[in-house]
Every structure is written in C-alpha cells, then in structure tokens.
C-alpha cells in the first residue's frame, strides 16, 4: 500500500469504527450521519456516472476478486459503466431514503445498506477495506437500537 493512501484508509478506517460506538449511543446522530453519507454517496456517482464513467474502470484493477476484476475490466463495463454505476447511486439513494423511515422500511434500509457494502468488500483496497465491516456493523446496531426505543 503506497504510504500516500495510509492516512486516509486509517482514517476512514477509524472514523468506521467510532460509528459503531455512536450507532450505540446515538442512534439518531448516526442515522442522519448514514442517510447522509449515502445519499451524497449516490449524488456523487451519478454525477460522475454522467461526466466520466470511465473512472470507475480503476477500481477493477484494485479488486482482490478475479470475478470482480474481470467484469469491471471487462467489455461489458466498459461499454456500459454509465447505467451499471446509475443502478448502483439509485440504489444508495433508496437507502438514504429508507434510513429515514421506521420499522420494516427502516428494516430494508438497513438491508439495502449491508448489501450494498457486502458488494463493495471484493474491491479491497478501493473499498477502504475493513472499512465495509465496520459500518456493516455500525448499520446492524444502529437497527437494533432504532427499533428497541422506547
């Protein structure tokens, strides 16, 4: 890893992991930090889905998945990386959305959003690996803390 990139992964790394503790006792700070976080996320990609799709043909070659690498290297990609990124920003933006909601749509948020960075796992590095983790369980017990207020 270039020591360049070590800063920033071991900052997003840490600022993870403090979620996790804020989703316990903040569950409301945190929900607006999430809903936050992937609506600008999902704004962001489709803005550079529009003006250069491109760019995400990069993380293909951080992959740790050869499936993964091959397909973001690949024709297919390459040929529609607009619309593939597109699906993916209206997808964060949905969880955004559903993040604001209770019980079983706050439910399939969080869902949304487990999924969501399960997916991005493969891209190793490109994914601030075990950054995917951390928030996966900052999500589990922010759900678990929103649903079991009084």
Request: aromatic share 14%; net charge positive; glycine share 8%.
């Amino acid at each position: 890893m270039p020591s360049e990139s070590s800063a920033p992964l071991l900052a997003i790394n840490a600022i993870s992991i403090v979620l996790i503790f804020a989703s316990a006792r903040w569950p409301r700070l945190t929900r607006l930090l999430f809903t936050l976080t992937f609506g600008s996320a999902g704004l962001f990609n489709i803005y550079t889905a529009i003006k250069s799709p491109s760019a995400y043909q990069y993380f293909g070659e951080l992959a740790v998945l050869d499936s993964y690498r091959r397909f973001i290297s690949g024709i297919f990609f390459a040929e529609h990386a607009r619309e593939v990124v597109f699906a993916i920003a209206l997808g964060q933006i949905a969880v955004a959305a559903l993040l604001c909601c209770v019980n079983r749509l706050l439910s399939i948020g969080v869902v949304g959003g487990v999924v969501f960075f399960i997916g991005i796992m493969p891209l190793g590095i490109g994914s601030a690996f075990p950054m995917p983790v951390f928030l996966i369980i900052a999500l589990v017990v922010l759900w678990w803390r929103l649903s079991h207020q009084a």
